[in-house]
Structure formats: structure tokens, C-alpha cells
């Protein structure tokens, strides 16, 4: 019959059925040989408050009321004797249900694993031994995990084949917008590769070798409803992810039609900095240092991140800067090429080479070298505009003119040379055969014929 779990009045697990078969005890051996152990219908849920406290955590507390176990004495005839060997044939545990709750973010984030499954073979009391495993589950809210491989409890060893297929990374949009004013719409996160556990010198040692990919993902601005950031597909075959001590390398990163905003504010701050909910740190993670001090040595990444060439293909850019006089701003589209030598590395900087369309007629270019993780130290980009529509561009171009621009082609050079925080650029505009139209109303406009 099934097994319940109660803790304070409550039912907190269940376990529909358990199952002994085949085993024997051989005494003059002291050897106890069991072909299967079958766990089926196990459910509980796992919650933390809005204090991230965990239920479990109280569950688990010892009751006032509990005695003290006592050891059992050992006898003195019991010294040399052999102890008792185990053989377990196959050990089961499935249809595990699970429901985790995270009530510690505005909006709760909710996961409910189903169709939870573990096997294990040839187990015995020698936990050195390797044990062959699967297991596997699957979300509710979509996804799966599967594994197979062994492991060795008693070496902290182990090295399982894992797929990751369909996640679902709208559950996850709390965790998004918790931090900055996004809402995560759409995205889909699979994997396949080897994962290898083993002791190491500063804990239990985890790498993971194979490939990943990001699917339809779309982050939303919120309140306005429009795109901020997202792609088709974001994927690498070349993923090599470790922990203790952690490291993220790849080959190869490829996006295919990333789209994204980049504004540059009158203030020149970037819109990102004004998505996110608290005031952001700098690249390095700590508050900017006041610009008369000297720039310290730069320290090792915690966390080191070395891809060696991200490949963007058909990218769809917005990009405007507001702090240019007149203030321009227009979108990209087709924008291909590549970065090259993209790392946490202080010493390293990323080389930058893309080329894409504005338009019809027009193109964009962007060129230079950049420290994406720290570009207010150290940033030296080039966009080229040429031939751009004036009647196709954005109200920045226009706005000075006080009239709506019916004809003529733009051609623009932006510069951006930063180097410790200082930024130096040389900017040129170049009008072709610019016809103005209907006045329009605007307070910052001139009076032109």
C-alpha cells in the first residue's frame, strides 16, 4: 500500500508502492543477495518562502521529543568477524513527481518534474565500485533531461551522457525580472555532451564537454512591449563548462538573426544600464573608481569565459545615439560577420568585423577592437554609414530641420575611442541632395526655408 510522510498535520511525500523481489539471506556466508528493489510513485514538493527558507528544512528539524539513539554495545566477540556483504541486482525508483516553488521573487516561479526515473545496477556495499545508471525526467512546462553513464559514490566519480532537449525558459522569466525590466516572451534551451565528475583540488571537480543551443528567445521591454533583445538561435557545438575551479570556453559561438537596441542617451549612458533595476556595476563587478585614481592592475576573472570567434549571421539591429549633434539613429539589417578573441582576459581585446544593409540602397559597417567586458577601459569602434535614405531615418536625423526631409542620402563616420573612461571620437555627416518638405512642430528645430 502506499506510504505518506507527515509532518505538523500534513501530508508532505508519498510513495504509491515499494517492492522487495528475490532475496535471500545466506547465513553461514553472511551474504544477502536481492535481484530488485522498486520504488514507484514518489511525490513531494519543495518550496522556498518569500525568506528563501526551505520546507524541508523545518521538516527535517529534530522533534523536542526525540530520544537520544544509543550505540549498541560491541561485543567482544564480535572483533573479526566478516561483515556482511550486499549484492543488489537493479535498484529502481520511477514515476517521481516533484514540485519546486520559488516564492522568494515578486512573481513566484513554479517547475513540476514528472516521469521522474533512476536505475542503478550491480550495487553493493563497496561504494568505490563504478554503478551503471540511468535517469531521466521531464517538466510540465516543457522540457526533458535524460543519463547514462556510472557513477562512484564513495570516489566522488563519475561520467554520465546527457540530453537536455525542449526546455521551456518562460518559467524562468521572474529570475529576469527580478534583475532588470524585461519579460522574457519565448526561448527553448537544449544540450547533449558528457558530463565527468571527480574530486579536485578545491571541491568535487565538474566538467561538461558538448553543445547547447538557445531557441526563439525574446526579451521584451516591459511596459512597452517592444523587442529589446533575442534570436533565433544561439548555439555552439564546441561547449566546454567547468566547476571548481569554473571556466566557459567555445570554439564557435554562432547567433542566427539576433535582434537587439542599442541606444546612446544625451547623458551618454546606454539603455541597457537604464533596464536594469539597480545601478549596474562595471565590467569588473565592483563601483567605478573616481576618476582621479589610478587604474589598479586588473585581476583575474573569477569566473574566466574565452570564446574564440562568435559568428552573427543576418543580425537586425536598432541603433540610435542621442548624444550626437544632430542626433542620429537608424536600424540595421542583414548584419553578418564575425568577433573575434572574445574574453574575460583583461590582456586580451575582441576583434570586431560586421557588414550589414540599412534599407534598400544603404550599408553598415562596423570595424575595431573592443574589451567587451571592460569597454570603458579600452574601446576603439568605427560604424560606417553610407547612402542612407534621409526620408527612411528615424526622427533623430531630422528633427533640427523643422521640416519632414522628402529626399537626399546620409552618409556617417561615428567614432568611439575610450580608454581608461576617457572617450575621444571624431564624427562626420555628409548630406547628398537633401529636399525639405512640410514644416513640422518642434521645439528644438530652426526656422529653414
Known amino acids: ?36 528493489v522498486e520504488l514507484s510513485g514518489m511525490r513531494t514538493e519543495v518550496q522556498l518562502d518569500k525568506n528563501k527558507a526551505l520546507n524541508w528544512a523545518g521538516y527535517l528539524e529534530k522533534s523536542p521529543h526525540a530520544s537520544a539513539a544509543k550505540a549498541a554495545p560491541v561485543r567482544p566477540d564480535d572483533a573479526g568477524v566478516k561483515p556482511f556483504a550486499l549484492a ?20 513566484p516561479v513554479r517547475l513540476d518534474l514528472t516521469q521522474g526515473r533512476v536505475a542503478l545496477r550491480d550495487l553493493s556495499l563497496d ?5 551503471p545508471v540511468e535517469a531521466g525526467f521531464a517538466l510540465k512546462q516543457g522540457g526533458r533531461l535524460t543519463a547514462s553513464g556510472s557513477v562512484s ?59 547547447f543551443a538557445v531557441d526563439d528567445l525574446a526579451l521584451i521591454e516591459e511596459g512597452t512591449g517592444e523587442a529589446f533583445l533575442g534570436w533565433k538561435r544561439l548555439s555552439s557545438d564546441s561547449l566546454d563548462f567547468a566547476l571548481a575551479p569554473g ?16 541606444i546612446i542617451f544625451e547623458d551618454g549612458s546606454i539603455n541597457l544600464k537604464r533596464i536594469l533595476r ?32 562568435v559568428r552573427i549571421v543576418d543580425a537586425n539591429v536598432q541603433f540610435a545615439d542621442l548624444s550626437l549633434t544632430p542626433q542620429f539613429g537608424t536600424r540595421m539589417h542583414g548584419l553578418s560577420g564575425v568577433v573575434t578573441g572574445l574574453s574575460t582576459d583583461a590582456r586580451s581585446s575582441a576583434q570586431v568585423e560586421l557588414d550589414g544593409r540599412v534599407d534598400e540602397y544603404g550599408s553598415a559597417r562596423v570595424r575595431g577592437t573592443v574589451q567587451p567586458f571592460r569597454a570603458t577601459e579600452f574601446t576603439d569602434l568605427t560604424l560606417a554609414f553610407r547612402n542612407l535614405e534621409m526620408a527612411n531615418l528615424t526622427p533623430y536625423s531630422g528633427k533640427f530641420a523643422g521640416r519632414r526631409i522628402d529626399s537626399g ?29 512640410e514644416r513640422v512642430d518642434s521645439p528644438d528645430a530652426m526656422n529653414l526655408p
Open 409 to 437: 542620402t546620409l552618409s556617417v563616420d561615428l567614432e568611439y575611442k575610450i580608454k581608461q573612461r576617457q572617450l575621444v571620437g571624431e564624427n562626420k555627416f555628409i548630406v547628398n541632395k537633401l529636399k525639405l518638405g
Open 1 to 36: 500500500g502506499p506510504v505518506r510522510v507527515a509532518s505538523g498535520g500534513r501530508d508532505v511525500a508519498s510513495l504509491a508502492r515499494a517492492s522487495l523481489a528475490n532475496a535471500g539471506v545466506k547465513l553461514a556466508e553472511r551474504r544477502i543477495d536481492i535481484e530488485a
Open 247 to 262: 571556466h566557459l570556453r567555445m570554439t564557435e559561438l554562432v547567433a542566427e538573426a539576433p535582434f537587439g537596441k542599442l
Open 153 to 211: 559514490p564513495g570516489k566522488s566519480q563519475g561520467r554520465l551522457e546527457v540530453r537536455l532537449s525542449g526546455l521551456s525558459l518562460q518559467p524562468f522569466a521572474p529570475y529576469v525580472n527580478q534583475f532588470a525590466r524585461l519579460d522574457l516572451q519565448s526561448g527553448t534551451a537544449s544540450a547533449r555532451g558528457t558530463l565527468a565528475v571527480a574530486p579536485g583540488s578545491s571541491g568535487t571537480r565538474a566538467d561538461f564537454d558538448g553543445g
Open 88 to 107: 543488489l541486482d537493479r535498484f529502481v525508483l520511477d514515476g517521481v513527481e516533484i514540485g519546486f516553488v520559488d516564492a522568494s521573487t515578486p512573481q
Open 278 to 309: 539597480s545601478s549596474a556595476p562595471t565590467e569588473n563587478g565592483s563601483a567605478a573608481p573616481p576618476a582621479t585614481q589610478p587604474a589598479a592592475a586588473p585581476a583575474a576573472p573569477a569566473f574566466p569565459l574565452a570564446i574564440e570567434r
Open 127 to 131: 561504494l568505490d565500485r563504478p554503478l
